[in-house]
Every structure is written in C-alpha cells, then in structure tokens.
Nanobody, 114 residues
Framework: QVHVVESGGGLVQPGGSLRLSCAASGSRFSIYLMGWYRQPPGKQRELVAA???????NYADSVKGRFTISRDGAKNTVYLQMNSLKPEDTAVYYC????????WGQGTQVTVSS
C-alpha cells in the first residue's frame, strides 16, 4: 500500500511564501512522476506542477515564475516552493505519486488572504 502525505499548508498574506512537502512511501516499484494539483473552492482540480524522476518539470501557466517544484528521488519526496502568492492561489493542494499506479494524498489547505 502506497501512502502519500502532504504537509506545509496554511494561511499566508498576499505576496507571501509557503513551502509544501510530500512524501510517498510503501511502493514496491519506482516512483517515476510526482506532482501537485490544486482544487480552488467551487472549481475543478487542476495541475500545478510535476516533476519526473529525471528532473523534468512542468508548470501551469498561472504559477510559472512563482512556484518551484523539486524532488529528492532517493526519498520519494517532492517539494513545492510557492512565492508571490495571490488570493487566487487559495485551494486544497494535493500531492500525487505515479509508479505502478497513481496515488493521491489527502490534501493540504492553502489560504492566501489579508
């Protein structure tokens, strides 16, 4: 059973920063892709950023230049550094890990408000 656990969400003022962390454990197979999705209130879940085991990254246009995804492959851990946060970044952020299957965390709330 693969477990995906996120941490690091919270309340931050516009222009502030947060760092999300996610660890995937229990997989018997290589985790080749990890990423972050988010679901704003009343909206559909959307991709924020993803990173392959080789280090290739992909970002949503809305976060390019503000968010950075990184990964510790040896630990199956992924991070999302979020800078210059905006109220529209408010959402539940979910971590995903893809190996033999696709696994999701429970989500962590990020609220950007003054």
């Amino acid at each position: 059973q693969v477990h995906v656990v996120e941490s690091g969400g919270g309340l931050v003022q516009p222009g502030g920063s947060l760092r999300l962390s996610c660890a995937a454990s229990g997989s018997r197979f290589s985790i080749y892709l990890m990423g972050w999705y988010r679901q704003p209130p009343g909206k559909q879940r959307e991709l924020v950023a993803a990173i392959t085991s080789g280090g290739t990254t992909n970002y949503a246009d809305s976060v390019k230049g503000r968010f950075t995804i990184s990964r510790d492959g040896a630990k199956n851990t992924v991070y999302l550094q979020m800078n210059s946060l905006k109220p529209e970044d408010t959402a539940v952020y979910y971590c995903t890990a893809s190996g033999r299957g696709d696994y999701w965390g429970q989500g962590t709330q990020v609220t950007v408000s003054s």
